[in-house]
């Protein structure tokens, strides 16, 4: 082997190597979402507050959580699927483990899978049609006691139908 062709093998080595370890975080940097408000009206009478990212197109919500590795309490993710239908969800790429809260177009809370599994393939389902899907850290929903037939209520679920 000549040292030129060493030389390009030894590069395509590197090249590669920084593309697996730099795509991901390069991905993460060019996915943008809005921020809003998010509060949950409990049955019991509490109203809980967060702060959440907005995925409403399709590529956002492909990209989700992905490849984050922090998320502060009152944060979260909201996905509007714009119309109301079954959703199944994985949390392949996904480094933290999540509550998740499947809501219909009224913003009730109509099935909670708590604690899913980071980088799981495992099917999530909604079990019902629902519009919106709220992904919080694990275990806020056991800590704040929220359960199906809450409210989530928003920008994004009290806006008018297009």
Known sequence: MSS???FHAIRSAILALFFMVALPALAEEQMRFDVEPLLIQTAAGKVLHFTVEIASTPDQR???????KTMADDAGMIFDFDEPRRVTMWMEN???PLDMLFADDTGTIRHIKEKAVPYSRDIIDSMSA???VVELNAGIVAKLGIKPGDRIVSATT???AK
Not at 62 to 68: K, N, T, V
Request: no cysteine; proline share 0%; aromatic share 16%.
């Open 4 to 6: 030129l062709t060493l």
């Open 62 to 68: 492909a990209y989700g959580l992905m490849f984050r």
């Open 94 to 96: 996904t480094i933290l």
């Open 130 to 132: 629902v519009k919106y």
């Open 158 to 160: 009290t806006k008018k």
